[in-house]
Each structure stands twice: as C-alpha cells, then as structure tokens.
C-alpha cells in the first residue's frame, strides 16, 4: 500500500494581492510551498508526494524540490480552472500509475504547519474508516447571513466543525466519488469534504489543530512567521 500526499498549487491568490501565486512567495527566504512539501517529506509514513501545478510554474516547483531536498516528489500534474478539476486531475493521474488501495491525502499548498501527528490520525483514520477530513472544535458564535449585512439564524457551534486539510481516501474511492460527482453534474465543489457530503456519502473526521493556518490573506503570512519563530 502506498501513502501518497496530492498538494494542491493550483490557486492564483488573488486574494493576496501579489504579484505571484501565494504558494510560491516566500516567508523567511523560503517558499511556502517548500515548508509544506517538507512536512510530506519529513513524515516516515508517506511514500511519494504529488503536486497539482499551476501552469507555468512548474520548472519553479522542481527547482524548488531540489533546493530544499525534497526526494519524495514523484509528479507534477496540470491544475484545472476550479479547485475540483484540479485535484480530479491530480487523482486521474495518479490512477494510471498506483492501485486502488493506496491511500491519498488530498492537501492545500498554503497549509505549510502541518504536523506529523496531523498526518498520521488522518492515514489512520482512512485505513480504518474511509472518507476522512481533518477538523478542529468550532469556538465562534456561527451566524447565518443572506444580505452580508444582518442575520436572524445562528446555528449551534457544538454541531459544527472547522474544516482544515488533509482530507482523503483510498484512490480506488477517489476516482468513485469524482465519477460519481460527474454522473451527477457536479463541478464545483469546493473541497473534497464537502463533494463527499454532495454525492449522499457520508465523511469521518480526524484531528486538526489551529496552528494549521490556511494562508490566504496578508495577515496570515504574519501569524505563520509568529508559529515558526516559536517553533524555532
């Protein structure tokens, strides 16, 4: 059985309102997804690495991997135009080169403080269960809102939970749900979660952590450099 860590690169980060890709820019002199491809590196239970690439950076990513040493990269497949195309493209591709049992975890190229405790509750959690997201406690009031103004809903926090990445499966099921999503016209759901949830199956959860930071906005970049100083 192989362990196989997809990372996802193929966002644009328009939200960060940079020049280039937020993957790719740098904290401390290093790239995002540098940290991010080392925590799949570092982990003794993940056997290859595979990287959903944004066109044209490519040739920036094997620069990168031979930087920073790391050996596990095996693939680079094209992104889509949406985030379900993408990580469709990297699951077919690696459909035609691994077998069905291989467990896949499917994971964001701007989540780079992954932890291998992280890792390992979720390969655990698929071998023993299946479909499998990494989530952590909801601790805000959560408000419902259709004008982005106002609201007259909240909804229950202990019910909710906070979504984080990686999220996975067996490949044999990947390539049955993304078929599945194509039967039904799905196209563009946002995460691997929530087209299990679309398609009527259900999802298992694994432990996360807030120190998993999403880096989307400006902000983040500081509270990422706050983690790693800390870190040491």
């Given at each position: 059985m192989t362990n196989i860590a997809l990372i996802i690169a193929g966002g644009v980060g328009a939200r960060m309102q940079q020049a280039i890709p937020k993957q790719f820019m740098t904290v401390f002199d290093k790239p995002i997804i540098a940290y991010?491809?080392?925590?799949?590196?570092?982990?003794?239970?993940?056997?290859?690495?595979a990287v959903v690439c944004l066109d044209g950076w490519d040739n920036v990513l094997e620069s990168y991997a031979k930087q920073y040493n790391i050996t596990k990269l095996k693939h680079i497949?094209?992104?889509g135009s949406v985030g379900q195309e993408s990580i469709k493209n990297g699951i077919m591709g690696l459909a035609e080169i691994y077998d069905k049992d291989s467990v896949v975890l499917i994971h964001?190229?701007?989540r780079p403080n992954l932890s291998k405790d992280i890792i390992s509750d979720c390969l655990s959690s698929i071998k023993t269960k299946g479909f499998t997201v990494v989530v952590v406690p909801c601790n805000e009031a959560m408000m419902e809102t259709y004008d982005f103004e106002?609201?007259?809903?909240?909804?229950?926090?202990?019910?909710?939970?906070?979504t984080q990445t990686p999220q996975?499966?067996?490949?044999g099921q990947l390539v049955e749900l993304h078929?599945?999503?194509?039967?039904?016209?799905i196209t563009e759901s946002i995460a691997t979660c929530t087209l299990v949830t679309e398609v009527g199956w259900k999802i298992y959860f694994s432990t996360g952590s807030g120190k998993n930071i999403k880096i989307t906005t400006p902000e983040d970049i500081e509270i990422f450099k706050a983690l790693l100083k800390q870190e040491g």
């Open positions: 991010t491809m080392e925590c799949f590196e570092k982990h003794p239970a993940i056997d290859v690495i497949f094209p992104a964001d190229a701007i106002t609201s007259n809903k909240a909804f229950p926090r202990d019910n909710l939970k906070r996975g499966a067996t490949l078929n599945k999503a194509k039967e039904l016209g």
